[in-house]
């Protein structure tokens, strides 16, 4: 299939290129500018929002960073990133684009819910969420069970960018998991993809 990545290197468009790299997926790389070419009625065409990443297969469109991922994930079964436990997958590809963004974005942006209000918010506070997540990572080695997974793509792609940049609090199991994770080839040459890419802008 003929597969289009709409990127910037310095966007979430990082960790769809990681994905396609564990995948071993053949495509093209389209990189687009903030201020022109992301907002040209070209690439507003294919997302409306003019954000990126997005792909497109054979004229199909898929945006939206965990749902690109899940999407390669399920079309290149042989990288066996597709856990046998669906629920656990659901529960944490969900857990990243909902509870985990919203929070540290909100959190970076400078809202926090006063105490009174958290049950009106669906992730209650950044405290809720990074102990939901150590308490996870303490008991399980990823965030599926003992094998790696599409989960530990995108979920651990905010973690370890979130402790890096300083939008997510570490603490020593989250640095654990992290280092589990980040020497990855696949990670190694996305990354030197993307460095690359940042260069020539």
Same mark, same amino acid.
């Given at each position: 299939?003929?597969?289009?990545?709409?990127?910037? &290197?310095?966007? @979430? %468009?990082?960790?769809? /290129? +990681? !994905?396609?790299?564990?995948? $071993?997926?053949?495509?093209?790389? #389209? *990189?687009?500018?903030?201020?022109?070419?992301?907002?040209?009625?070209?690439?507003?065409?294919?997302?409306?929002?003019?954000?990126?990443?997005?792909?497109?297969?054979?004229?199909?469109?898929?945006?939206?960073?965990?749902?690109?991922?899940?999407?390669?994930?399920?079309?290149?079964?042989?990288?066996?990133?597709? &856990?046998?436990? @669906? %629920?656990?997958?659901? /529960? +944490? !590809?969900?857990?990243?684009? $909902?509870?985990?963004?919203?929070? #540290? *974005?909100?959190?970076?942006?400078?809202?926090?819910?006063?105490?009174?209000?958290?049950?009106?918010?669906?992730?209650?506070?950044?405290?809720?969420?990074?102990?939901?997540?150590?308490?996870?990572?303490?008991?399980?080695?990823?965030?599926?069970?003992?094998?790696?997974?599409?989960?530990?793509?995108?979920?651990?792609?905010?973690?370890?960018?979130?402790?890096?940049?300083?939008?997510?609090?570490?603490?020593?199991?989250?640095?654990?998991?992290?280092?589990?994770?980040?020497?990855?080839?696949?990670?190694?040459?996305?990354?030197?993809?993307?460095?690359?890419?940042?260069?020539?802008?």
């Amino acid at each position: 299939m003929g597969l289009t990545f709409y990127t910037n &290197p310095m966007s @979430r %468009g990082r960790i769809v /290129r +990681w !994905m396609l790299e564990e995948v $071993g997926a053949d495509y093209k790389t #389209v *990189v687009l500018d903030y201020a022109t070419t992301m907002k040209a009625p070209e690439y507003l065409a294919i997302n409306p929002m003019g954000k990126v990443p997005a792909l497109v297969h054979d004229g199909g469109v898929v945006t939206e960073v965990a749902a690109i991922c899940l999407w390669l994930a399920e079309r290149y079964p042989a990288a066996g990133l597709i &856990p046998a436990d @669906r %629920g656990a997958l659901y /529960r +944490w !590809m969900f857990f990243g684009a $909902g509870p985990l963004e919203q929070a #540290v *974005v909100n959190t970076a942006m400078g809202w926090v819910p006063p105490p009174e209000r958290r049950r009106a918010v669906g992730y209650g506070c950044l405290e809720d969420v990074l102990a939901t997540l150590t308490g996870h990572l303490q008991a399980s080695r990823y965030f599926c069970g003992e094998d790696f997974s599409v989960a530990d793509v995108y979920v651990g792609s905010q973690i370890g960018w979130g402790m890096q940049f300083g939008t997510l609090p570490g603490n020593p199991v989250l640095a654990g998991y992290w280092d589990r994770i980040k020497d990855r080839p696949a990670l190694m040459r996305a990354g030197a993809i993307d460095e690359a890419l940042m260069k020539k802008e």
